[in-house]
């Protein structure tokens, strides 16, 4: 492994909602640092244009297309990353869904859509995951959780709810895994300007509201998260497990 500060030469890591906004954001990260990135989305066409347009910047990396909640389909994922590249390092568990309703209007459907997708999927992809980092002895779990797991916010229930699972269990894994030379670490963002934003975006009273609440008095740029991934991922980091870093512009620590 190279020496360089942050330097991921040689690691290989799998981006799940890689396609686009933070997830991509934090994809051209790794690769900048050196890593070899796959993309993961349920959209073939999406991933191989964002893969092109990594590769075309001279950095290494292909895609995997698969749906995060089908538990059989990240296992085949996982194998198939390592069967071709011999290991794998990094897990970015990124892919995530909304959805937003007055409490009495969600249906038990909705609930569980989001729930598996931003809950459920991260503990069984991790599983698969696991399985090869204990083998090279070691490995980097990244989730991204969500500030409002930790303020709360109306009409996004089960959103909220899965965010702060999953910052709890990035600290049970973190517990558990310590011993294998795993970490297991979560990056909790604010309000960023992303595709899954959109529709909040548009709402220039939100907008205001966020920049008036946020210290920097703005909303964050993707790119702002990606040097934490790399940060994370890398072997600087190896003392670091069980956390939750917030990136947030300020909005979560002032008044």
Same mark, same amino acid.
Request: one cysteine or more; aromatic letters at 8%.
């Given at each position: ?113 989001? *729930? ?27 989730? *991204?959780?969500s500030i409002t797991g ?19 269990? *990035? ?22 300007? *992303? ?59 002032t008044m």
């Amino acid at each position: 492994m190279s020496h360089t500060l942050f330097s991921l030469q040689g690691r290989v890591a799998l981006v799940t909602g890689g396609s686009r906004g933070l997830g991509f954001a934090m994809a051209e990260s790794l690769a900048t640092a050196g890593a070899h990135v796959v993309l993961n989305s349920r959209d073939a066409k999406a991933l191989s244009l964002q893969a092109d347009a990594l590769k075309a910047k001279g950095l290494k990396a292909s895609f995997a297309a698969f749906d995060v909640t089908d538990q059989k389909a990240c296992e085949q994922a996982v194998d198939g990353i390592v069967k071709e590249f011999g290991r794998l390092d990094i897990l970015i568990g990124n892919a995530g869904i909304q959805h937003r309703n007055v409490i009495n209007d969600w249906q038990s459907d909705d609930w569980d859509r989001v *729930t598996n997708a931003n809950l459920k999927s991260c503990f069984f992809l991790a599983q698969a995951c696991v399985r090869p980092m204990k083998a090279q002895g070691f490995g980097r779990l990244i989730f *991204t959780t969500s500030i409002t797991g930790i303020l709360g916010r109306a009409t996004i229930h089960a959103y909220v709810a899965s965010k702060a699972g999953l910052a709890a269990l *990035t600290r049970s894994l973190a517990a558990e895994l310590g011993e294998f030379g795993i970490t297991s670490n979560s990056i909790a963002p604010g309000y960023f300007e *992303t595709e899954i934003n959109e529709a909040l975006l548009k709402d220039e009273a939100f907008v205001a509201r966020v920049n008036g609440r946020t210290a920097l008095k703005r909303w964050g740029k993707p790119s702002e998260l990606g040097g934490a991934a790399v940060f994370l991922a890398s072997e600087e980091a190896g003392y670091v497990t069980g956390h939750q870093l917030v990136i947030d512009g300020g909005f979560t620590s002032t008044m």
